[in-house]
Structures are given as C-alpha cells and as structure tokens.
C-alpha cells in the first residue's frame, strides 16, 4: 500500500518541486505565528509532566526522610546525601558489579555472535534467510516466564543457580535476536564494490568482517549493543527466579532493598536514581541510536 | 504462519541472489552457512529446548513438595489453568492491561510526536525530558510511582492536592481505590516514550517538500494530516503498537512492584511466577506457561506480517 503512496508522491514532488521552491521558501520565511507559541508551549507542558516524576525522584533523594516522607510536598527543604549515604550503607556493590558483569559481557557475546550471523543473512545470503530472520523474531515473542521453570530446573540440576554466567548466557539468548535483525538491515547497506574490492585482496571471513566492514557499520553496532545493554540491565525476572545473594543483580537488590529496610523514601530514590543512571547516560549519549534499536533496525 | 512461509518462499525464489545461491556445492553452501551457526544454535539451544521442556512438564502431575507422585497428567493442568478463576482473572487482566497500555501510549506518543516533529524553542531539550521515564529502569521507575507518587500519606498526588486544598482535599489511596489503573498509568508513562520515538522517527522521514505543496495547493491541517500523515505513519504506527505489545504482555516489574498481584491486578506473568514459587505446583505453572504462548502467538503472527511488509519495503 504504502509503495504505490510513496511513488505517487515522488511523481507529485518532482513535478511540483520547482516551481513550487519560492513559494515554500517563503511559507518558512513567515514570522512565528500563534499557533507555533501556543503549540511549542503545549509541548514544554507535557514534556515537564512526563520528566516530573523522575526531577520529584531525584530531589527527594537529596532531602533528608524526615522531608521526604511529609504529607505536603516539601520542595525547598535542605538538600543532604543521607538517602546515598544509606543506600551505600545497605552494600549496593556487589549487585551492581553483577548487573554490569552481566550486561556488559552479554552484550559483547551478542555482538559477536551476531555480527557474523548478519553477515550470512545479508552479504552472502544462505538460502532461506528471510526464514531464518523469522526464527530470530519469533523467538522474542515467546514470554520469558513461559520457559522460566526448565530454566530454573535444568540450571539446579547443573548447579549453575545464583551464578552470574548464567544470567550472561540467557541474557545473550534474550537479546541475540534484536542485535541479528539490526545489523543485518545495516549490513545490508553496505556498498558491494566494497566487499568486492575486499574479495580481490583476498581477504578472509574473518579480516572481510574485521576490517572492511565493521568500520562501516559501527553506527549500527553501537545502536545493537546500546539496546541490548539496556535490556539486560532492566531485567528482573530472570535475575530474581535464577539468583539469590551472590549473584544477584541491581534490580533485584532493590526489590529487596524496599522489604528489608522497611520504608525509607530518600533511601529508595537514592537508590533508584543510582541504578538508573547507567541507562540514563547511555540513552541521552545516544538518543538516536535509541530509535534504531528499538525499531530493531526497521527506523534509521 | 503458514500464508507468512510462503510467501517468503516465492518472494526468495524469485529473488536472483537465492537462485545463483541454489547452483552452489555443498560444501559453499556450508561454507555460506558457518558465519549464523554459533548464533542459531545458541538461540535453539536457550529458547526452544526450554520450551519443549515447559510443553512436556504442562503434560504431567508434577508439584515440588510431593516428588514421588509424577506421572503423566493428560490434559488435567490444562483443566486446571482454565477452571481456576484465578487463571482466567489473569488472563482477562493481561489482555485488559496490554490493549489499555499500548492504545493509551500510542495515542499519547502520537500527539507529542506532532508536536515535536514542530519547530519551537527548546525542542531539543522537550525530547530529551520526554525520553526519560523510559531510561529509568522499570523496578525503580515502579517503586517511585508506588512510594514517592502514588503513596496515600506522602506520595507526591495527595500532597499536591493538599497545597491545593488544605487538608480537606479529596485525597486518596490511588492504588488500592484502583489498582489496575494505578498500574497503567506508570506503565503508560515508561512507554508513551517509546512509542513517541519510533512515531517521530516517522514524522521525519516525511517528504516535507510534498506537505508543503499540498499546503500550497489549499489543503488544510486536517487534510493534510489524515491524507499525508497518517498513511505515511502508518507502518510505523503498526511496528511501534505491535513491538510495544509484546514488551507489555510480559511485563512483570510493575505489577511485581506495584501490588504484588494483588487486588486483581495479577497478570499471566505474575500468576505463573506465583504459581511456580509459592505453589510450587510445576505442572499447573507450565501449562498456563504454554498458555500464555499460545495468546502471545495469536499477536505475534500479526508482529511477524509487519515486520515482514516493512522488511520487504526495506529490501527493495
């Protein structure tokens, strides 16, 4: 449907184009009218609505429990660290060394693996590759806490509970699928005189994809590994079925957190915004990058 | 599924690279496939074997505290799944909770992608605010709504009502007076967001020259947006609605966080934790597992024809 639009459209633009320009150049030269005020206002509203609640999070973890937790919101008390300094207290590094352990090294194995699986689904097709580009998917739509049990039985039968590389490998499976659909679209980009000039060399598989095309597609495996660590840092059900003290990962500390101490407001959204600030940063470093993961590749 | 497999079929050999592909040797044709193996056999491997390993267990008598009683059980935790009002409140609750998040976060997302895709002051500052209930990890993000917002004593709600109204205001504990809803509305929040990126995304890869002409030709805003716009956006709309769902189907950390299951509010994901961690009943767990992949199938066939039709637009 959407093809037929598209070059109808073209046909449209290329004729009009032209002696439209001036007319078009002048509708962007108009003065700013009311409409864009009041709408760029109505944006400014609903953007400082939806941020709220994470400015309210992070300035209550500044205040001390006894303004946190007042029955009127107490926007101008004292800013203190007590809130960090508790959370510390509670023994935060173990769990977020375990979440890094596991989202770093996850999503390093997913880009290893899935660099030379695009590679055969994009450059030197297999036979059947859309099949297979479909296997990928439909496996991320099978609900985790459907395989969740033989996970947890098969990883007591081989010992393998409340270690991290476990939560490493099922982390890698959970996100393999996403990290193989964006970097076949970008492999696919990539310009065959290329790889052609790469084959005259004589370059192997693994020099071809180290050398000629990773520098190439490296906007697409950031935005791969980006997504894929974002993923793995979030994860909670996993982590809390499959780990319990030694390996357990930032999310389910906190879950923990919260029933163990009792209710300590400044203390929870200390804690909070901490786990949250890896993904924090990542994801304004890389807003755009953010779009292409999340579409799996389909939006550039 | 199978309408979807072949047409892939006639859609590969009608493609050239597939036929030159079909006259290779075996050995090339192995050759071509080394690169995927590791990666294909390592999902087969964490996926599927667990699966059929769920599908199995669904099929006998199998409860933890009593581990000399397995035997095989027929249909009976299938009985079980569908007889226990608790099951079927789960389901009903997870159908309500994906339809209710994902139209609300796409309808809303919609919006402030309009409004983004304008030009005014400070457009790239409203971006960045409206990314961040995303990038909040989501058992945090829960736990905040839960204690520092929603909260009948302290939360952030009543005291604003009550600088509003002293301290007769018409306050109220906002998740046992209605827990689903308290539930969607942080969930909306974390995936307006989401929906909003991909939609914009959308909005820029508009021929902008095309909605210029048109605008010169004497269509209006609602022309424009109903004749242009929207089919334009319309894979987007499908990609982002349908890629929300199935994050949405399996979430677990709000309603873990927000009420436990409590209150009507336990989804399929929180009823078979329950079920496998308290009741410890393996069998029962499993088929409502195999459930929940049946329901997730029914949406992800219409995933996969998405994906599949801007796939094919991609690869032309």
């Known amino acids: 449907m959407s093809s037929t639009e598209q070059e109808d459209l073209t046909a449209g633009e290329q004729k009009k184009q032209e002696e439209r320009v001036e007319e078009v150049q002048q509708m962007n030269r108009k003065p700013r009218s009311t409409s864009t005020i009041v709408f760029g206002l109505l944006a400014w509203l609903i953007g400082l609505t939806f941020v709220a609640p994470v400015l309210w999070m992070v300035l209550t973890s500044f205040h001390a429990e006894t303004d946190a937790a007042t029955r009127t919101p107490n926007f101008f008390a004292p800013l203190v660290l007590d809130g960090y300094r508790s959370f510390w207290n509670a023994g935060p590094l173990p769990p977020l060394i375990n979440s890094a352990t596991a989202s770093l090294v996850s999503t390093a194995l997913v880009i290893l693996l899935a660099f030379p699986a695009a590679y055969a689904l994009s450059i030197k097709r297999i036979d059947k ?172 | 599924m199978s309408s979807t497999t072949t047409a892939t079929e006639v859609e590969d050999d009608t493609t050239s690279s597939s036929t030159r592909s079909s006259t290779l040797s075996r050995s090339a044709r192995w050759a071509r496939r ?50 226990d009002p608790e ?46 209930p995303f990038l909040i990890v989501p058992v945090a993000a829960a736990l905040v709504w839960k204690h520092a917002l929603y909260n009948p004593s302290y939360g952030l709600f009543n005291g604003i009502l009550r600088l509003l109204f002293g301290e007769n205001a018409p306050t109220r504990d ?36 095309v909605v210029e002409a048109a605008r010169i030709d004497g269509a209006n805003a609602w022309q424009i947006f109903f004749h242009m716009t929207l089919p334009h956006l319309r894979p987007y709309i499908e990609l982002a609605g349908l890629l929300g769902a199935i994050y949405v189907v399996q979430n677990f950390d709000h309603v873990f966080t927000l009420t436990a299951g409590a209150l009507g509010t336990a989804n399929l994901p929180y009823h078979i934790y329950q079920t496998l961690l308290s009741a410890q009943d393996y069998g029962e767990a499993s088929a ?29």
């Open chain 1, 129 to 300: 590759w859309t099949d297979v580009m479909f296997f990928f998917l439909s496996t991320k739509m099978l609900p985790i806490v459907a395989a969740i049990l033989p996970l947890y039985l098969i990883a007591l039968e081989l010992n393998l509970l409340d270690n991290i590389f476990t939560l490493v490998f099922l982390y890698t499976a959970m996100n393999l699928p996403i990290a193989i659909w964006m970097l076949q679209s970008f492999l696919a980009e990539v310009p065959v005189e290329m790889l052609e000039a790469a084959q005259v060399d004589g370059a192997g598989l693994i020099r071809t994809l180290v050398s000629v095309i990773a520098p190439v597609v490296m906007p697409g495996i950031a935005a791969a590994a980006l997504i894929c660590f974002i993923f793995s840092w979030n994860e909670l059900l996993i982590a809390r079925v499959l780990t319990s003290t030694v390996a357990g990962t930032a999310p389910v500390f906190l879950t923990g957190f919260v029933t163990s101490q009792g209710l300590f407001l400044a203390q929870v959204c200390a804690a909070s915004v901490v786990i949250s600030l890896p993904v924090l940063v990542a994801g304004f470093a890389a807003q755009d990058k953010l779009v292409q993961g999340l579409s799996m590749g389909a939006v550039k």
């Open chain 2, 34 to 83: 080394a690169p995927l193996l590791p990666a294909l056999i390592f999902v087969i491997i964490l996926t599927q074997v667990p699966m059929i390993v769920t599908l199995i267990i669904s099929f006998t008598n199998w409860v933890a505290f009593r581990p000399d009683d397995r035997g095989f059980a027929g249909l009976d935790n299938y009985r079980a799944v569908f007889g």
């Open chain 2, 87 to 132: 099951a079927r409140s789960a389901v009903f609750v997870t159908i309500i909770l994906t339809v209710t998040v994902v139209l609300a976060s796409l309808l809303i997302g919609l919006g402030i992608a309009l409004l983004l895709d304008r030009q005014f002051f400070g457009r790239g500052i409203v971006r960045t605010m409206m990314i961040t």
């Open chain 2, 174 to 209: 906002w998740i046992s007076s209605n827990a689903l809803i308290a539930i969607e509305v942080s969930l909306i929040w974390q995936w307006t967001p989401f929906m909003m990126l991909i939609l914009l995304a959308g909005l820029q890869s508009r021929p902008m020259d």
């Open chain 2, 288 to 316: 409502a597992g195999v459930v929940t992949v049946f329901g997730t199938i029914i949406i992800a066939m219409f995933a996969l024809k998405t994906a599949f039709s801007l796939f094919q637009e991609e690869s032309r």
